[in-house]
């Protein structure tokens, strides 16, 4: 079976940072402009994972959607500005959606939790999000994974997924 790894926010990444996750427009089919106070040169993370609403949204850099764009077709994608309330910065991220799959199931030993295959997924299949259980997670191919570290994405954290023994 392939390696694959849940894909988080590390939130230290967004410290100080302040965007507004709750914003309902993350849940619009249109593209916006979220102004937050940040420097020109001062990294926003390359992945950005929220909620609002009930329903879990993931913004991507225009950095990491040129990776992702070789591996996989979204089913959405949405342009959000990120631009500094004194026009000093603009960052261009993207609203996307990815297929669901339902391979997998979570447990909880001690105080963590574990994802692990209830069954292998399809050869091939290199990002997608989770369906079917508590919280929606991105889950991303051993190979993809290596990609974006290669390329040093900000603001990443990755947890393995079990195999079931």
């Known amino acids: 079976m392939n390696n694959y790894f849940v894909m988080t926010l590390d939130n230290r990444a967004l410290k100080d940072k302040k965007i507004q996750l709750e914003d309902r427009?993350?849940?619009?089919?249109?593209?916006?402009?979220?102004?937050?106070?940040?420097?020109?040169?001062?990294?926003?993370p390359d992945f950005i994972q929220g909620k609002c609403e009930n329903q879990t949204f993931f913004c991507i850099s225009q950095a990491?959607?040129?990776?992702?764009?070789?591996?996989?077709?979204?089913?959405k994608e949405i342009p959000v500005?990120?631009?500094?309330?004194?026009?000093?910065?603009?960052?261009?991220?993207?609203?996307?959606?990815?297929?669901?799959?339902?391979?997998?199931?979570?447990?909880f030993y001690a105080d963590r939790f574990h994802l692990t295959f209830r069954y292998?997924?399809?050869?091939?299949?290199?990002?997608?999000?989770?369906?079917?259980?508590?919280?929606?997670?991105?889950?991303?191919?051993?190979?993809?994974?290596?990609?974006l570290l290669r390329r040093q994405m900000y603001g990443l954290c990755f947890s393995p997924v079990l195999n079931r023994t």
Do not use: H
């Open 64 to 75: 990491m959607k040129d990776i992702f764009d070789a591996y996989v077709s979204f089913q």
């Open 25 to 44: 427009r993350f849940l619009k089919e249109e593209p916006f402009v979220s102004y937050l106070n940040f420097d020109k040169g001062e990294k926003l």
């Open 81 to 107: 500005f990120f631009t500094d309330s004194q026009f000093r910065n603009q960052n261009v991220y993207w609203i996307i959606d990815l297929i669901e799959k339902d391979c997998l199931i979570q447990d």
């Open 120 to 147: 292998s997924p399809e050869d091939g299949q290199y990002l997608w999000k989770t369906k079917n259980i508590r919280t929606v997670y991105v889950i991303v191919s051993l190979e993809l994974a290596e990609n």
